[in-house]
């Protein structure tokens, strides 16, 4: 049996520099304040590495991050955050020649806790080394590391197996490496025809993820992040209170004046006559703020269905809202008696998703009404992710405006034909799939089967229900929602 031992930082991924990584847990697990103060002690943390201390410069790291962070809250972020940003920066070369191996040993200089998830689900690892973190009896880290050396515990691993066939890593001088038959650095050169057999092969993508923060956030990108914040803090409130008391109208202008940009394409359909039942919108989800858009681009106020959101978020809400309740036919009988009165819009995904993906559409839609109009609704923004499955949804749409840019696109596409729809004969599935498909190909995204439970699960352990608890519970979880700004 052929093994390998690959280094992930330079190796595995492109940039061998961490910085960024712990960054992203001191702002998701901790706050603003250790993420300012993780970013004033770097030219220190680059110093140590300039003079070739390196542990020195890790461990600083390690402290101001970590210390005191719940060992749940640190696989929290490990799980939804990291797996992200680590993907955006593999080198593909390096995991293909990786996986094509029976063993698979990753090597890192991280906490193991951090990427020990993303390396075994997504780039098929066996086995990870890593830092060991310090926790106390409370399940608390203490910021320090056990000390114990990389090589000696992939030799542990292999034990009378033998040694790894292949080492991988920066230099041919890493500890691990002596331990290896063969050894190979960057960059890294495959046969052609290996080359073409491995070009097909890809790790498995990351559809769900979690965390406020759009880029990686190298020193330069977390400096631009906290200069910014304040100014962005103002521009929200400025976007949201013009947003309540414009017409809708106006609103697609007004926000070109704030940096606010909405595309429209196709042509909406005009608003029901009086007597005469609603359209159907039936748009993919990407923020919160898609049905506003929608309304704006309308020009009126088109109610939307909705399934578990905060009371907050109802109470704010500058359209109408139609609360589900998951129990099948008393939805449908709302939505048809929305449907009556007008216009209505509905995501049949769920709930939100973030990359190039649509989620699985329910059927209940389809089955209520032949007036479907497609609508695939997609986001850009610069520094703030709009959604969340972890902290307070409350939040969602000031994280929206707090972008410098953000850029809405909305498409309409053609209501969809009577022989495409339930009357003439087609079941619900078979419809929503359809529709799913349309929207799909109109925004180059990848049709899957994942549903609401699912991305809930993976991001934040549960399904994803909001549950109505106490007011000490609910002030609780306004206080950790609110950690990136308190701390």
């Known amino acids: ?37 993780l970013l004033i002690l770097w030219p220190l943390i680059r110093l140590t590495d300039i003079l070739g201390m390196k542990d020195t410069g890790l461990k600083i ?54 990427v020990e998830r993303f390396v075994k689900e997504h780039l098929r690892a066996d086995e990870v080394v890593g830092t060991e973190l310090c926790f106390n009896r409370f399940g608390y880290a203490t910021g320090s590391v056990v000390d114990d050396s990389i090589s000696q515990r992939v030799a542990d691993i292999f034990g009378q197996q033998g040694a790894p066939t292949l080492g991988m890593a920066r230099s041919s001088h890493h500890s691990f490496m002596q331990l290896c038959k063969e050894q190979i650095v960057p960059p890294f050169v495959t046969r052609q025809k290996q080359e073409q057999e491995q070009e097909a092969l890809r790790p498995l993508p990351v559809i769900f993820h979690d965390g406020r923060l759009v880029k990686r956030p190298t020193a330069s990108t977390s400096l631009l992040i906290l200069l910014w914040m304040p100014i962005g803090i103002i521009l929200a409130i400025i976007r949201i209170t013009l947003g309540f008391t414009l017409p809708f109208w106006v609103i697609p202008y007004v926000s070109r004046l704030f940096g606010g940009k909405v595309v429209v394409k196709g042509t909406p359909p005009p608003p029901p006559l009086n007597g005469n039942s609603g359209v159907l919108f039936v748009c993919t989800h990407r923020t919160l703020m898609d049905p506003v858009v929608l309304s704006s681009v309308l020009h009126r106020q088109v109610p ?184």
């Open 1 to 37: 049996m052929e093994s390998v031992v690959s280094e992930l930082e330079g190796t595995l991924l492109k940039d061998s520099d961490t910085f960024s990584y712990f960054m992203l847990v001191a702002f998701e697990a901790s706050g603003l304040f250790r993420f300012a103060l």
């Open 61 to 114: 790291m390690i402290f101001v991050s970590l210390a005191g962070v719940p060992k749940s809250e640190i696989e929290s972020v490990a799980r939804a955050v990291l797996p992200k940003f680590y993907m955006d920066d593999l080198h593909m070369k390096a995991w293909r020649l990786f996986s094509s191996y029976d063993k698979r040993v990753v090597a890192t200089k991280m906490p193991r806790i951090m």
């Open 304 to 487: 939307a269905v909705t399934y578990s959101i905060s009371r907050l978020t109802e109470i704010l809400s500058p359209i109408p809202t139609v609360r589900l309740t998951r129990i099948r036919n008393v939805d449908a009988e709302k939505i048809k008696e929305q449907l009556s009165k007008g216009d209505l819009v509905v995501c049949p995904e769920g709930t939100t998703c973030r990359e190039p993906f649509l989620l699985r559409f329910s059927g209940l839609f389809a089955e209520l009404t032949d007036r479907i109009v497609p609508v695939a609704m997609n986001y850009r923004v610069g520094f703030f992710h709009a959604t969340t499955a972890r902290g307070w949804k409350g939040l969602d749409p000031i994280f929206f405006f707090m972008n410098p840019r953000p850029v809405y696109e909305v498409t309409f596409l053609n209501q969809l034909p009577v022989e495409a729809t339930c009357s003439s004969g087609k079941s619900p599935h078979d419809v929503a799939n359809y529709v799913q498909r349309l929207l799909a190909s109109t925004l180059g995204f990848e049709c899957t089967n994942f549903t609401r439970k699912d991305k809930y699960r993976i991001l934040a352990g549960n399904d994803g229900i909001v549950s109505y608890t106490s007011f000490a519970e609910r002030m609780n979880k306004l206080v950790r929602t609110f950690k990136p700004f308190l701390h």
